[in-house]
């Protein structure tokens, strides 16, 4: 089966409506990202992929989890649970690291059963909600954490074998590429005010609309740190799974929520 739905999704936390008090702020994102979990869901996945840019994060390789179950304890109200698939997991890592891509397995708890569970933070949380969490049945999970201190081209070359094994599997398989923007719109956020935050959203709109994630491999390395984003090693892993399985992109929406942009897209064949 190939890949049947793929997507950039922002983690911004006041996407979730059960913990903001104001359901206007942003609702152009919500309103988008709810939209597409009814596509997805219309879809019916088997198993969905998280590229989450936080998550747990090891030294000089990417990481993929293969715990059994995954638990994202949210708020009172909003609390999400997984079943993983520790079986995609290890095919991904193996053929990662057969084409020379550095790749830790990781596993939380115990060695199995019960209390073999990773905790799920903001990165995957949020999307999941939307992508997932209510759907019936609900799919199963595979969660991968890039490295930013690795080069680009490991980020691809993984994304690359993560199609491969995507395209030798029988099950029905979505691929989400969590991902905030740029970091530095706001003089007052926490990374300051950049002109490059602009600079850096407009480029990665420019890239999804044309259809040239490939060309993120050549960005300019000062625009990124003085950008501040962590968009760009999901949206990698993303353009090298597509690159194994072609699909028609398309931008749904912008926004600058505070100071990151956020933004969402699809691919679908």
């Known amino acids: 089966m190939t890949l049947i739905y793929a997507c950039i999704a922002p983690h911004a936390g006041d996407l979730i409506p059960e913990t903001v008090e104001d359901k206007n702020k942003i609702a152009l994102t919500r309103q988008t990202i709810q939209e597409m979990g009814w596509h997805l869901q219309a879809l019916a996945p088997e198993i969905v992929i998280v590229i989450n840019p936080h998550g747990f994060r090891v030294e000089s390789a990417l990481s993929i989890c293969i715990a059994e179950r995954a638990i994202g304890d949210w708020s009172p109200d909003v609390k999400l649970e997984f079943d993983l698939e520790p079986g995609l997991a290890n095919a991904i890592a193996d053929k990662a690291t057969q084409m020379n891509v ?61 199609g491969q094994v995507i395209k030798q599997s029988s099950q029905r398989i979505a691929l989400i590429a969590s991902a905030d923007q740029a970091h530095a719109h706001q003089a007052d956020g926490p990374y300051g005010f950049d002109p490059a935050a602009d600079e850096y959203d407009a480029l990665m709109q420019k890239t999804i609309r044309t259809g040239q994630l490939d060309h993120l491999l050549s960005i300019d390395s000062t625009l990124v740190e003085n950008a501040k984003p962590d968009s760009l090693w999901p949206t990698l892993i993303l353009a090298g799974a597509l690159n194994e399985n072609p699909m028609q992109g398309k931008l749904l929406s912008y926004e600058v929520n505070e100071y990151f942009g956020i933004l969402c897209a699809e691919y679908q064949t």
């Open 102 to 162: 550095p790749v830790v397995k990781y596993i939380y708890g115990s060695s199995s059963g019960e209390s073999c569970y990773i905790p799920l933070d903001w990165g995957a949380v949020v999307p999941l909600y939307f992508l997932g969490h209510r759907f019936d049945p609900k799919p199963k999970l595979v969660h991968i954490s890039p490295m930013r201190t690795l080069p680009l081209p490991l980020h691809y070359g993984f994304g690359r074998a993560l």
